[in-house]
Every structure is written in C-alpha cells, then in structure tokens.
C-alpha cells in the first residue's frame, strides 16, 4: 500500500470515530438495505438518517412519495429516541412497468415493522395535493419524491412549501439523470432564490427555506 493510500486510510478511521452520526447509521444500515428503492445506497440514505438527526426534538417530516419505504425507513432510524414523526405520503399502487405490481402499502408497512421504526411513521394513502387541502403541521423536513413530470412536482412543492419553517429543510430527489421535470423544477427553486445552502448527494437535491 502506498503511503498516500495508508494516509488516506487513517484519515477515513479517524473521521469515522469522531463522526457519531457516520458511526450510528454504519450500525443501522444493514437493516435498511434489504429495503427496495431507488436510492443511490448508501449516500443518500445516511442523507435522509442525518437529516432526521439534526432536526428539531419534536419535528414533523413529510415525504411525498414512499413506494416500499426506504427513504422512510432510513427518516425512521435517525428518529430513534425522539418526539420526532414522519408522514409517508403515497397511493401505494404498483404498476406493471417500473414499479411492478401489488400491494405496496402492506409491504411499506412490514419494511417500517422490520426496521422498528413503526413508532415514528404514519402512512397516508392519499394523493399528496388532496393530503395539501387540510394538512395545518409546520414542517422541518420535506421530501418530494412522487410523480416526476414537471407539473406534479411543481404542484407538490407549492402546496407543501408554504408549510415548510424557516430554516426547514426540503430536498428533491432524481435532479439528475433523465427525469427532466424534477431537474427543470430544482432549477427553478434554486434561481428564484427559494433555498438556500443548497447542495447535492448523488442524485438528492436539498436545501433550507430562506
């Protein structure tokens, strides 16, 4: 091994012992990562787990689209001991093509039992702009991940974003890739001047409401 590599290596353990949320989520990851999903593991959801790490002690998150709950999940695990609680938005219908088919709201729901984090999650089967017409929580945390056509997520950004606290979180997720809508969208945020200290893991764009 060269010396570079050997310097990079103690560097890597010596972040690793004074990163406590690295270290906690290296312990939980193994519980997530049976979960389906289109996350870019395991980046994305250490992401969404320190995220909920850092929000506030009594902090509602809203996620808009939760397919088999693997974002939820990791939300989920980074709530551990808290008064912190997820609303997993979502129609829980399978298709045929991307997705395939069944019942994705009783495989959402025993992915939520397995990982233990049943506590912190309510699901709610509806479509995310009628959830909008009487939703009245402040919000920490919001992820937007339902339909992807620019229309929808635009739709579903302003209906939750006026929710959002300031200095709240809110995140995208596929602004890279061939999902024009939701890359049209994160532009269009980010130029009107709507977050601020925005930034990107993988394909999860995220900033905080000015």
């Given at each position: 091994m060269?010396?570079?590599?050997?310097?990079?290596?103690?560097?890597?353990?010596?972040?690793?012992?004074?990163?406590?949320?690295?270290?906690?989520?290296?312990?939980?990851?193994?519980l997530i990562e049976p979960v389906p999903g289109f996350l870019k593991s395991p980046q994305q959801e250490q992401w969404f787990f320190k995220a909920a790490r850092k929000a506030p002690e009594n902090a509602v998150i809203v996620e808009i689209g939760s397919f088999q709950g693997r974002s939820t999940v990791s939300f989920g695990l980074g709530c551990?001991?808290?008064?912190?609680?997820?609303y997993a938005i979502d129609l829980f219908e399978g298709d045929n093509d991307m997705y395939?088919?069944?019942?994705?709201?009783?495989?959402?729901?025993?992915?939520?039992?397995?990982?233990?984090?049943e506590a912190y999650v309510t699901p709610i089967k509806q479509h995310s702009l009628k959830v909008a017409t009487t939703w009245d929580k402040p919000i920490d945390v919001l992820f937007i991940d339902g339909s992807h056509e620019?229309?929808?997520?635009?739709?579903?950004?302003?209906?939750?974003?006026?929710?959002?606290?300031?200095d709240g979180v809110v995140a995208f997720h596929d602004i890279k890739g061939k999902w024009e809508g939701v890359i049209r969208f994160w532009r269009e945020v980010k130029e009107a001047g709507?977050?601020?200290?925005?930034?990107?893991?993988?394909?999860?764009?995220?900033?905080?409401?000015?």
């Open positions: 060269s010396i570079k590599n050997k310097l990079k290596k103690v560097s890597q353990k010596w972040w690793d012992k004074w990163d406590r949320d690295l270290r906690d989520f290296k312990k939980v990851y193994p551990s001991g808290s008064n912190k609680h997820i395939g088919a069944g019942d994705f709201q009783e495989r959402f729901k025993k992915h939520v039992k397995d990982c233990g984090v620019y229309e929808d997520v635009k739709a579903d950004f302003e209906a939750f974003y006026p929710f959002v606290k300031k709507l977050l601020k200290n925005t930034g990107a893991v993988s394909s999860l764009g995220y900033g905080v409401k000015v």
